[in-house]
Each structure stands twice: as structure tokens, then as C-alpha cells.
């Protein structure tokens, strides 16, 4: 089992910074990938950015490529998303998600593990 935890989601203006967090306990060793997903109210989730703690490329949605970049900690089993030049559309709650086996990045259903979200609304 892997527990995950998000943080650092807020209230910003357009145009702002947030930087969200994704803490992993338990057994992190099986984990492979790691996603950020989004959902916005009335709206499917949606894959934001993926990275895999082996190293390797990163992944993004294409609306949030050069404004967004996940990193990752491998000592301290966190992965991070840093948000710039935040727009309106990126409010929703954002998702931390650990998959033992992602061939797919962006397909949730890869994914075994899922955090319960840090919102982020984005004040136009």
C-alpha cells in the first residue's frame, strides 16, 4: 500500500506561482510513475504531468507545458509540481497519483494509488 498526500494548493491571481506537493509513505519501492491529475467541476479528470522516479523524461499536458514542471525528491519520496503563469482555466483540484507498472502515462486507470486532491483556484 502507498499513502499519498498533496499540499500546497491555495488561492492565486492570474498570472501567480503555486507549488504543490506529493508526499509518498508505505511501500514506496513498488511504486514506478508518479502523475499529477486534475479535475475542474462537471469536468472528466485530466492528466496534467507525469515523471518516474527512475529518472527518464518528463510528461505534460500540452496547455501547461513551459508554465508547469514536476520534480521529484527521491530521498525524501515527494514529488512536486511547480505552477507559473497560472491561468483561470488551471482551477480544479489537483491529484497525486502512484502506478506500480505505467506504460500509458496519462491514462488514470495506470495509476494504483491516488491522494484525496489540494484545490487550486486561479482568481481572473
Known amino acids: 500500500q502507498v499513502e499519498l498526500v498533496e499540499s500546497g494548493g491555495g488561492l492565486v491571481q492570474a498570472g501567480g506561482s503555486l507549488r504543490l506537493s506529493c508526499a509518498a509513505s508505505?511501500?514506496?519501492?513498488?511504486?514506478?510513475?508518479m502523475g499529477w491529475f486534475r479535475q475542474a467541476p462537471g469536468k472528466e479528470r485530466e492528466f496534467v504531468a507525469a515523471?518516474?522516479?527512475?529518472?527518464?523524461?518528463?510528461y505534460y499536458l500540452a496547455s501547461v507545458k513551459g508554465r508547469f514542471t514536476i520534480s521529484r525528491d527521491n530521498a525524501k519520496n515527494t514529488v512536486f509540481l511547480q505552477m507559473n503563469s497560472l491561468k483561470f482555466e488551471d482551477t480544479a483540484g489537483y491529484y497525486c497519483?502512484?502506478?506500480?507498472?505505467?506504460?500509458?502515462?496519462?491514462?488514470?486507470?495506470?495509476?494504483?494509488?491516488w491522494g484525496l486532491g489540494t484545490q487550486v483556484t486561479v482568481s481572473s
Open positions: 497519483a502512484a502506478g506500480r507498472e505505467v506504460v500509458i502515462v496519462a491514462q488514470p486507470g495506470q495509476y494504483n494509488y
Open positions: 508505505g511501500r514506496t519501492s513498488g511504486s514506478d510513475a
Open positions: 515523471i518516474r522516479w527512475s529518472g527518464g523524461p518528463t
